[in-house]
């Protein structure tokens, strides 16, 4: 066997400082396929406003039909990487709630995502779906679900101190660059 890791240019990689006591910002710059789930990180999302009273925004790609009265939804730009590299120093999370639809021959990979957001300090949470558990480091690199139900989402929100933030955000930014 040969194997091939995943990598990204990391030139242009920067470490953004970001606080987690204002509005969050999240991203999710995925494909609008089903699998991709962005109707469940919609509803993420809207669990998080719910929990926590504070603004959020999340950033999706261009031409998603996602809507929401309760968060804001912004459409990226262009598909640049310049953009999605904007949008990723702005975001607290990266989001990459995928499916298991191995059943119908959909297979979330490593989720290439996960380093491209990380390379501005922006740590991901992922469903514990295909190569997710493999890209993101539970309580390291950042925060791995099992189900996105308001009781999870409840134990993200006790752990994640403005401190426990800081760690994940540095710790993602460093293993991505190191490895």
């Known amino acids: 066997d040969l194997v091939v890791h995943n990598c990204i240019d990391t030139s242009g990689a920067m470490f953004v400082e970001k606080m987690i006591s204002s509005d969050w910002v999240f991203s999710c710059i995925v494909r ?74 959909f297979y979330e990979g490593f989720g290439l995502t996960v380093l491209e957001a990380a390379k501005f300090g922006t740590p991901s949470l992922v469903m514990s779906t295909g190569g997710l558990p493999e890209a993101v480091h539970h309580l390291k690199t950042g925060w791995v679900f099992d189900s996105l139900d308001e009781e999870a989402v409840k134990v993200f ?23």
Request: aromatic fraction near 6%; proline fraction near 2%; include cysteine.
């Open 32 to 105: 609008d396929v089903p699998h991709k789930n962005l109707q469940g990180t919609v509803a993420f999302c809207e669990l998080m406003n719910k929990l926590t009273n504070k603004k959020i925004e999340l950033i999706v790609p261009q031409g998603t039909n996602l809507e929401s009265n309760i968060v804001k939804i912004t459409r990226l730009e262009s598909s640049s990487d310049e953009c999605r590299n904007k949008a990723y120093q702005r975001s607290h999370f990266n989001l990459l709630f995928s499916l298991d639809h191995s059943h119908i021959g």
């Open 157 to 179: 929100l006790g752990q994640m101190t403005n401190s426990h933030y800081q760690l994940l955000a540095n710790e993602s930014y460093k293993h991505t660059l190191n490895s």
